[in-house]
C-alpha cells in the first residue's frame, strides 16, 4: 500500500492547465525524486497534496485515506510537512523560536514550551543549526534560513517531507551536505521524502525512484538510471541533441 498516492489529479487556473490527470504514489521508506522543466506542475502538486489548493478533479490520499478536501493544518496533522521554494520564516523571532512553532502545531504537537523546545533544540543539532538558534531570523544568511525551512518543517513530526528546491543556491560544498541531510531524514528518522530539485546530479544521486512531470503531465518514472536514459525525458528536459543519447554524465553521476 503507498504512503501517499494521486489518482487522477487535475487543476486548472483559468484557461491554463496546470495539472492534467497525474497519478502518482510514494512508497513508505521510499526517497523519491519529483523533476521537470519550468511550469510543470511540480509545486502545483505539492500545493495540491498539502491542501493549499483543492484539486479540481481526482484525489489524493494519505495512508489510504483521502485527505482532498481537508485544511492544510489538518494535512500537517496527519503526517505530511513541506518546506517552500521561497523560504518564509517568521520575523521577529528567532531560529529556535521558529522551530519551535513547528513542534507546537504539528502531528503529535508538544504541548508545552519547554518539551517543544527540547525538540526543537535536538533537531536544530541535527541538522547543523544548534549554532544559530538564538540568532534573529532576518539576520540569517540565506543558505541557513533554507536549513531552518527544513527543521522547521522536522518539527512537525511528519511521517512524510515534501522539499521544494531545498539545494537551491547552494554550492557545491552545502549541496553536497544538504545531500547527506536529506539521507539522513529517512536512515535516522524514518522519514519518507519527495523531493523537487533542479540540480540533477543531486537528485539522481540519492532516490530510489524519480517522477517527471512536463506540461502538466506525468511524463515518466522510474529509477534514476531508467530516467537519465529515457528519450522522452531527455527531449522534454534538454532538447533535441540529446535524443537517443545517454543523459549527460555530469548529470546523472551519484
Known sequence: MALLEGMGVSKHFGGIVALDNVRFHVDEGELVGLIGPNGA???TLFNVICAFYRPDSGIVKFMDETISGLKPHQV???GIARTFQITRSFHGMTAL???MIGALFGKDAHHNLDSAKEEALRLMEFTGLAGKANMPVENLTSIDTRRLELVRALAAKPKIILLDEVMAGLNPHEVAEAMEVIK????DLGITVLMVEHIMKSVMGIS??????ANGQLLAEGTPEEVCNNPTVIEAYLGEPYIGEAYPEEACQS
Open 97 to 99: 523560536e521558529n522551530v
Open 76 to 78: 500537517c496533522w496527519k
Open 208 to 213: 530510489d525512484r524519480v517522477i517527471v512531470l
Open 41 to 43: 506542475g511540480k509545486t
Open 184 to 187: 539522513k531524514l529517512r536512515a
